[in-house]
């Protein structure tokens, strides 16, 4: 079982939005915005997609973006495209421990 | 360019001990604190340890801890983790990455694309 529960899979049609949620504890996420969104295509690296809750690096599109509230924190892709199809795992810093990740959520472009 | 390349994984029986590397270059290794996160079959992605920079603290998951022991070299920007009394369940993909800052670890930036332990007889 993983420290952060995620959906294990959701899915949307091209162009329309969809949200990836994660929830953790006081502990962890509600402790800091110490949050973190990757992407994963499987046999490949992942990629940080958002950082500190709602920050994106630079070469991310903004059509990823983040936010938190108590103990859950999200993560919405809008204008969904085909390439978007991948795992997503959110993370977190936690007290006194190292960080922690959630079990991924896998997204279908339909 | 950051990089980041794992090296030295491969097949080995329940009890049995390994070593990954992970070569780093394009920035300053010394610099950044820098993590093995796994990945096991068909599960999510475990953050198993993270050493800070410098000549800097380490830390584990509870499922590692006292079996492995992260180390780095500074000088050939090389991260290590040592696999002691390995399990079945610590079959894996074994990522580097390279965390936010010096010390603490809030986000993880660069990864590299991983290697394959298997634990198995």
């Known amino acids: 079982q993983s420290a952060l529960t995620q959906p294990a899979s959701v899915s949307g049609s091209p162009g329309q939005s969809i949200t990836i949620s994660c929830t953790g504890t006081?502990?962890?996420?509600?402790?800091?915005?110490?949050v973190s969104w990757y992407l994963h295509h499987p046999g490949k690296a992942p990629k940080l997609m958002i950082y500190?809750?709602?920050n994106r690096p630079s070469g991310v599109s903004n059509r990823f973006s983040g936010s938190k509230s108590g103990n859950t924190a999200s993560l919405t892709i809008s204008g969904l495209q085909a390439e978007d199809e991948a795992d997503f795992y959110c993370?977190?810093?936690?007290?006194?421990?190292?960080?922690?990740f959630g079990g991924g959520t896998k997204l279908t472009v339909l | 360019e950051v990089q980041l390349v794992e090296s030295g994984g491969g097949l080995v029986q329940p009890g049995g001990s390994l070593r990954l590397s992970c070569a780093a270059s394009?920035?300053?290794?010394?610099?950044?604190?820098m993590s093995w996160v796994r990945q096991a079959p068909g599960k999510g992605l475990e953050c198993v340890s993270v050493?800070?920079?410098?000549?800097?603290?380490?830390d584990y998951a509870d499922s590692v801890k006292g079996r492995f022991t992260i180390s780095r070299d500074n000088s050939r920007k090389t991260l290590f983790l040592q696999m002691n009394s390995l399990r079945a369940e610590d079959t894996a993909v074994y990522y580097c990455?390279?965390?936010?800052?010096?010390?603490?670890?809030?986000?993880?930036?660069?990864w590299g694309l991983g290697s394959l332990v298997t634990v198995s007889s």
């Open positions: 990455a390279r965390s936010s800052g010096f010390a603490v670890t809030t986000y993880f930036d660069s």
């Open positions: 394009g920035f300053n290794f010394r610099n950044y604190a």
């Open positions: 050493i800070s920079g410098g000549d800097g603290g380490t």
């Open positions: 006081s502990s962890d996420v509600g402790y800091s915005n110490y």
């Open positions: 500190d809750v709602s």
């Open positions: 993370s977190s810093y936690r007290i006194n421990s190292i960080p922690v």
